[in-house]
């Protein structure tokens, strides 16, 4: 499976973001330390890993400690060594995706947004969909982002990107 590892990290002079290659990691520690040595001073660290446009996965770390998982569907750890080494150890699934689609429709309903949205119900997403919270994305929206059909993981990651405000960043490290 291929896959395309990128780091956005957020230090004292704002959100940078790097290309990881995490083929060297025999386990999630060792992905941590990568995200780690990318700004050993950063306040918030994420990395965001999309594979063969199908899963998605977001790590984050909070100054270097307490290492949050997230993932589009339990299915990676199943398909692929990197899906099994990112999230092998998580146990704990993320919110029931139909609570998700009911709060997504009565969200749109007080905002006008667009009609309808289709949600893929083979996912089973997994770890913690809080972990963008303070960020600006409450879990509702990442579980909708992620089972919205038609959507793929760089979808899904650049407007997380946009709506933590590294959405620049992420886009210039795409292009280069």
Same mark, same amino acid.
């Given at each position: 499976?291929?896959?395309?590892? &990128? &780091? %956005?990290?957020?230090?004292?002079?704002?959100?940078?973001?790097?290309? #990881?290659?995490? +083929?060297?990691?025999?386990?999630?520690? /060792?992905? %941590?330390?990568?995200?780690?040595?990318?700004?050993?001073?950063?306040?918030?660290?994420?990395?965001?890993?999309?594979?063969? /446009?199908?899963?998605?996965?977001?790590?984050?770390?909070?100054?270097?400690?307490?290492?949050?998982?997230?993932?589009?569907? +339990?299915?990676?750890?199943?398909?692929?060594?990197?899906?099994?080494?990112? =999230?092998?150890?998580?146990?704990?699934?993320?919110?029931? =995706?139909?609570?998700? %689609? $009911?709060?997504?429709?009565?969200?749109?309903?007080?905002?006008?947004?667009?009609?309808?949205?289709?949600?893929? &119900?083979?996912?089973?997403?997994?770890?913690?969909?809080? #972990? #963008?919270?303070?960020?600006?994305?409450?879990?509702?929206?990442?579980?909708?982002?992620? &089972?919205?059909?038609?959507?793929?993981?760089?979808?899904?990651? %650049? /407007?997380?990107?946009?709506?933590?405000?590294?959405?620049?960043?992420?886009?210039?490290?795409?292009? $280069?």
């Amino acid at each position: 499976m291929s896959y395309f590892a &990128a &780091a %956005a990290v957020r230090g004292s002079d704002g959100w940078t973001a790097t290309e #990881l290659d995490l +083929s060297g990691s025999s386990d999630i520690e /060792e992905v %941590a330390d990568l995200l780690r040595q990318v700004d050993t001073d950063a306040e918030v660290s994420l990395l965001f890993v999309e594979s063969d /446009e199908t899963y998605l996965v977001v790590l984050r770390l909070d100054e270097g400690e307490d290492l949050r998982v997230f993932g589009s569907d +339990s299915t990676f750890s199943e398909e692929s060594r990197i899906g099994a080494l990112l =999230l092998g150890d998580v146990e704990e699934p993320a919110l029931d =995706l139909d609570e998700v %689609a $009911g709060g997504a429709e009565h969200a749109r309903k007080d905002s006008d947004d667009e009609e309808g949205v289709a949600i893929e &119900a083979d996912v089973e997403p997994v770890g913690d969909p809080d #972990l #963008l919270l303070d960020l600006g994305v409450p879990a509702h929206r990442l579980l909708d982002l992620c &089972a919205r059909d038609g959507m793929l993981p760089s979808d899904v990651t %650049a /407007e997380l990107c946009q709506a933590i405000g590294c959405g620049d960043e992420m886009e210039e490290l795409r292009e $280069g």
